[in-house]
């Protein structure tokens, strides 16, 4: 995203280990960030913009897979990168079951490792990118009555007007009211661009829906 900082996390007990990886994140036009410890980096991370975090699978204090999850429970959501001295599938699996966004064995050239960093930063602006958007039409889904969000969950269901009509027991007439209010407050201008959106719209966008009378038509 644009005007963010993007940034890569190094978690290495290595000294040696950091200092390269922030020299070959440097080439390309990185900022980077080390930690000795992985609990001060827990305790330290505040960033907000894309970035990644790359961790050695084996450190005194915690290991790279028990910061992953760390990190997770902490709400810490940029793409992770586990290094790890040898190959061991357990470790890959366990590392990709954590959530990790890839795996690297050591030693590993410059330009394999550069180009998963890229990846992952490219991911990580995805993510928010997404996040922001799911954020903004969740705040327009606010804007709904609890009627026209009804309406708009039998759409995204697939029902037609007669039959959102008959199961809401309104006339089709009002169920295309509130479906023009709907689309108009959630910023789109047709059923094929709200469908869209579905992909990022939240569970709890459509929750807490008021059970409404049977005999209700408004």
């Known amino acids: 995203m644009r005007g963010m900082s993007e940034r890569v996390f190094i978690i290495d007990d290595d000294d040696g280990m950091c200092r390269l990886l922030e020299?070959?994140?440097?080439?390309?036009?990185?900022?980077?960030?080390?930690?000795?410890?992985?609990?001060?980096f827990l305790e330290q991370f505040s960033h907000a913009g894309p970035g990644c975090i790359i961790a050695d699978v084996v450190m005194p204090e915690m290991s790279g897979l028990q910061l992953l999850r760390a990190a997770r429970e902490a709400h810490i959501g940029l793409p992770f990168i586990i290094l790890t001295g040898h190959a061991d599938v357990a470790i890959a699996v366990a590392a990709f079951r954590a959530g990790a966004f890839d795996f690297l064995e050591k030693p590993f050239s410059e330009s394999i490792f550069l180009e998963m960093v890229q990846r992952?930063?490219?991911?990580?602006?995805?993510?928010?990118?997404?996040?922001?958007?799911?954020?903004?039409?969740?705040?327009h889904m606010a804007m709904l009555t609890d009627r026209e969000r009804e309406v708009v969950a039998e759409m995204i269901n697939g029902n037609s007007t007669k039959e959102i009509g008959r199961k809401l027991k309104i006339s089709p007439r009002t169920v295309e009211r509130h479906r023009q209010n709907a689309l108009k407050k959630i910023g789109v201008?047709?059923?094929?661009?709200?469908?869209?959106?579905?992909?990022?719209?939240?569970?709890?966008?459509?929750?807490g829906v008021s059970t409404y009378e049977t005999d209700r038509s408004y």
Not at 23 to 40: C, G, M, T, W, Y
Not at 133 to 138: A, S
């Open 189 to 207: 201008r047709s059923i094929l661009e709200l469908g869209g959106l579905v992909k990022v719209l939240s569970k709890r966008s459509l929750s």
């Open 23 to 40: 020299s070959q994140v440097a080439l390309i036009d990185l900022e980077s960030e080390s930690f000795r410890r992985p609990k001060r």
């Open 120 to 139: 992952a930063i490219q991911h990580s602006r995805a993510e928010l990118v997404s996040e922001a958007k799911q954020h903004e039409i969740e705040e």
